[in-house]
C-alpha cells in the first residue's frame, strides 16, 4: 500500500495547505474541484455500492487533462471523534486504496469520482476530496479540496418475536417484536394472515416499541400473528403462534359447577331414601309375612303363668319367672305379678293320681271366699293337670 509519508492527519493538513497557498499566490492558476451542486449528501444501502462524484477544472482551460499535467488525488473518511482515514491514494501513477475503494475512471483524468462497494454502516461519515496539480516540471499548478456525507442505511435485521404472559381465556397478553440493526429505527406492523385477516392499530399497538397488547383472551382469538420491521430501505418480519387455553380459571369454573350437579344429584337420593325408610317404619311391626319362619315355642315352667280374664295365656312376665323355683314352694305364697293393682295367688299343690282328673279347687287359701276376691281384683286361675311325663293336659 503506498502513501504519503507521515500520518494521514499531517498528509491532510499539508494538502489544505497547499490549497490555501494556491489561492494566495496569483502566479498560480486556480483549481475548481466540483460536486453536484445540489447534492449535500449521500445515502446508499449496506450491501450496496456507491459513487462519490467528484471533478476539477483549471481556467481557462478545456475538462480533460493536459500532456504536461500530473494530479494527486486523495480521499479520507473524517468521522466526528476520530482521525482522517484514508480510503484511496493516487500519487505519481500509483493506486492505493482499502477494499472495495477505487476510482470511477481511470487516471489520467481530471473525473475523480470515489467507487465504494460493498457497503457497511461504520463507512458512514464525510468524505474529503483534496487534488493537487502539477506541470511536467514538477510545478504546481493548483490545489482544491472538497467534502461529502454519505450515510450507510441498514434495513431491519431479521426480527425475533416473544409472547409476554400466559394465554389464557379471559387473560392478557403482550406480543414482542425486535429487530437487533436497524438504521434508521425500525417501525413495527403487528397483523394476522387469512382466513382471519386482522391488521392492528394504536393504542392496542406500539409502533415504535413493537409490542401489542392483546386483552380479554377467548379462543377465537388463537392463531398465527405476523411483526413486519420495515424502514426506508427494506423490512424484516417473524411470527409467533398464540394457543388460547381454557386454564384453571375455567377448570375450576366447570369443576364448582359438576359439583354442585352432584351434590345436588346425592342430596336428592337422601330425600328418596329418607322418605322410603320412613314408609317401611309406617307399616305394621307384627305384619307377618308369608314364607317368616314361626317362633320357637317356649317351655312353661311351673307357677309362673298367668291367665287372661278370658281364659287365654299371656306372655311370660320376666326373666325370673321363667326360672324353675329354687325349692319348695310354701304354701299360701303369693307370686307377683306384672299388674300394679292386682296379685294372682298359685293355686296349692295337689297330689298327684295316676288317671286322676283335675279337681276344682272351692276353698281359698287364708279362708278368703272367691267373691271377697273378685272384690279385690284377682283373676281366677286354673292350673292344668300334668301327665306322668310332665306335659300338659
Not at 231 to 237: H, I, P, W
Amino acid at each position: 500500500m503506498v502513501s504519503l509519508p507521515g500520518p494521514p492527519a499531517t498528509n491532510l493538513l499539508r494538502f489544505l495547505f497547499l490549497g490555501l497557498s494556491t489561492l494566495a499566490s496569483p502566479s498560480r492558476a486556480k483549481l475548481d474541484l466540483h460536486m453536484p451542486a445540489s447534492l449535500t449528501g449521500l445515502q446508499a444501502v449496506e450491501s450496496a455500492e456507491v459513487v462519490l462524484p467528484a471533478w476539477y477544472t483549471l481556467p481557462g482551460e478545456v475538462s480533460s487533462a493536459q500532456p504536461w499535467e500530473t494530479s494527486t488525488v486523495m480521499w479520507y473518511l473524517v468521522q466526528e471523534g476520530k482521525d482522517p482515514d484514508q480510503v484511496l491514494a493516487y500519487i505519481s501513477g500509483t493506486l492505493s486504496n482499502k477494499p472495495g475503494a477505487s476510482l470511477v475512471y481511470p487516471m489520467p483524468s481530471r473525473n475523480v469520482s470515489l467507487r465504494l462497494q460493498g457497503l457497511q454502516e461504520k463507512d458512514s461519515g464525510s468524505y474529503l476530496c483534496s487534488v493537487n496539480v502539477h506541470d511536467s516540471q514538477g510545478k504546481e499548478r493548483g490545489h482544491g479540496s472538497r467534502s461529502l456525507k454519505l450515510n450507510v442505511l441498514v434495513p431491519p435485521a431479521p426480527p425475533s418475536c416473544r409472547l409476554l404472559g400466559v394465554p389464557r381465556v379471559g387473560t392478557n397478553v403482550t406480543l414482542s417484536c425486535q429487530s437487533p440493526r436497524s438504521k434508521p429505527a425500525a417501525q413495527y406492523q403487528w397483523e394476522r394472515p387469512p382466513p382471519s385477516p386482522q391488521v392492528f392499530f394504536a393504542p392496542v399497538l406500539d409502533a415504535t416499541r413493537g409490542s401489542l397488547s392483546l386483552t380479554n383472551l377467548s379462543t377465537s382469538m388463537s392463531g398465527v400473528y405476523i411483526c413486519m420491521a420495515h424502514n426506508k430501505v427494506g423490512s424484516a418480519q417473524c411470527n409467533v403462534t398464540l394457543e388460547v387455553s381454557t386454564g384453571p380459571r375455567a377448570a375450576v369454573v366447570a369443576g364448582a359447577v359438576v359439583g354442585t350437579l352432584v351434590g345436588l344429584g346425592l342430596l336428592a337420593g337422601l330425600v328418596i331414601l329418607y322418605h322410603r325408610r320412613g314408609k317401611a317404619l309406617e307399616e305394621p311391626a307384627n305384619d307377618i309375612k308369608e314364607d317368616a319362619i314361626a317362633p320357637r315355642t317356649l317351655p312353661w315352667p311351673k307357677g309362673s303363668d298367668t291367665i287372661s280374664k278370658n281364659g287365654t295365656l299371656s306372655s311370660v312376665t320376666s326373666a325370673r319367672a321363667l326360672r324353675p323355683p329354687q325349692g319348695p314352694a310354701r304354701p299360701g305364697a303369693l307370686t307377683p305379678t306384672p299388674s300394679l293393682s292386682s296379685q294372682v295367688l298359685p293355686s296349692p299343690r295337689l297330689p298327684r293320681t295316676e288317671g286322676a282328673h283335675p279337681q276344682p279347687i272351692s276353698p281359698s287359701p287364708g279362708g278368703v271366699s272367691s267373691s271377697a276376691l273378685s272384690r279385690m281384683g284377682a283373676v281366677p286361675v286354673m292350673v292344668p293337670a300334668q301327665s306322668q311325663a310332665g306335659s300338659l293336659v
